[in-house]
């Protein structure tokens, strides 16, 4: 780096202090960061801080620091970078399929000090009977951190950033993920309007990618109603109607389960999004699917079966036997799609691929997945 912000940020701090300038809330509205960065800009260039040149063209970064996450916010804005990882005072990006060493590091108590702030205004704050956080960031990114004592080699931070920009099937398809084949039957299957899509995968292995770039298909005027707890579900429909669920188990909170039941109940869909299935939402899903509303998803799985029985346990309800409710699962999902998360033959790095794209259907006793779109 070019500049030393360790050094520079106390002396601009103290500065803004001096002069009454107070740095904006977490989630500042984008006139009070534009107005706290021209500030920044005056103050750099009035106390005279920087050796040379205009201040204008490091108070944007300086004042982002200072109102985000400090060394780990220009790695938001980086085009590419899917991953914001540090380890033991090292910040690592996943970018373009392998993991980068940035050669940024700062000590243990600096990252701790970020854990901390960013838990107590996303409201979690960490204890030690609460050692880790889950936050959305203000710009739609996932904040995790763990800390010591639970983290034995210092404070532990993954950042999933969020990006604006929809991938269509093209550019996924001029990726390697999907064939043309599998594409253009995709395409047919969500146009149609007819079948319920399930889309099954590790984590980070391109499931919401898929799912979004599905949506961007569907026509301007299509009913779409989305729910989710974390902000991934991203479209070009100018008139959805989407719910973000976050924190239920605070008293007086919404279920996901809750919103689910709203939207394909009061709402009349023509197609209902469920960001993830992970928790009792499955059952909502599934009477959602089996009422005929079609309803795409996206689950944690090792394969379509995997996903399928995964979406049986979450399902489960007392007294109903396993067998109703996997009619129900083969009956109302339509097509399972399953994207992995390869190593490429290098070693260098990894590559996103749907491997399964099958039909669902079958009855109490078991699945029938028939592939199709080889």
């Known amino acids: 780096m070019t500049m030393n912000f360790d050094t520079l940020l106390p002396k601009l701090q103290e500065a803004l ?42 108070a944007s970064d300086l004042a982002s620091r200072m109102m985000g996450l ?6 938001l804005r980086e085009q590419g970078i899917e991953e914001v ?10 970018q373009s399929g392998r993991i980068r060493d940035t050669q940024i590091r700062a000590p243990e108590a600096y990252f701790y000090a970020l854990a901390q702030r960013v838990a107590e205004m996303g409201g979690k704050p960490l204890r030690a009977a609460n050692p880790f956080v889950l936050v959305d960031l203000p710009d739609g990114s996932r904040f995790t951190a763990m800390v ?18 929809v ?43 898929l799912l979004n770039s599905l949506l961007a298909i569907l026509p301007q005027y299509t009913q779409l109603c989305g729910a989710e707890t974390f902000e991934e579900i991203e479209t070009t429909n100018p008139f959805e109607a989407r719910a973000v669920v976050r924190d239920e188990a605070e008293a007086g909170r919404v279920s996901m389960s809750d919103v689910v039941n709203v939207l394909y109940t009061r709402m009349r ?16 899903y599934l009477q959602a699917i089996n009422l005929g509303v079609v309803a795409h998803t996206t689950i944690h799985g090792n394969s379509v079966l995997d996903a399928l029985l995964r979406l049986e346990t979450l399902a489960r309800e007392k007294d109903v036997p396993l067998g109703a409710i996997r009619e129900r699962i083969a009956r109302g999902v339509g097509i399972g799609v399953h994207v992995e998360l390869k190593p490429a033959n290098d070693g260098t790095g990894w590559y996103r691929q749907v491997t399964e794209i099958v039909q669902v259907s079958g009855d109490a006793d078991r699945y029938i997945l028939t592939p199709i779109g080889e």
């Open 17 to 58: 202090i001096r002069k009454g300038v107070a740095i904006p809330p977490w989630r500042a509205t984008t006139k009070e960061r534009s107005d706290f960065a021209f500030a920044v800009a005056r103050v750099l260039a009035e106390e005279r801080l920087l050796p040379s040149g205009d201040a204008r063209t490091v």
């Open 70 to 75: 400090g060394v780990l916010e220009p790695f």
């Open 85 to 94: 990882i540090v380890r033991q005072g090292a910040v690592l990006v996943w």
């Open 148 to 165: 010591p004592p639970l983290s034995k080699r210092g404070t532990a931070i993954n950042i999933r950033v969020f990006t604006h920009r």
């Open 167 to 209: 991938l269509n099937l093209d550019a996924i398809v001029e990726a390697g993920t999907l064939t043309q084949a599998q594409a253009d039957l995709l395409k047919q299957v969500v146009l149609e309007r007819r079948k319920s899509i399930l889309i099954s995968g590790r984590p980070a292995a391109g499931k919401t990618t």
């Open 269 to 284: 869909p023509d197609v209902l999004v469920v960001g993830e299935v992970v928790n009792e939402e499955a059952r909502e």
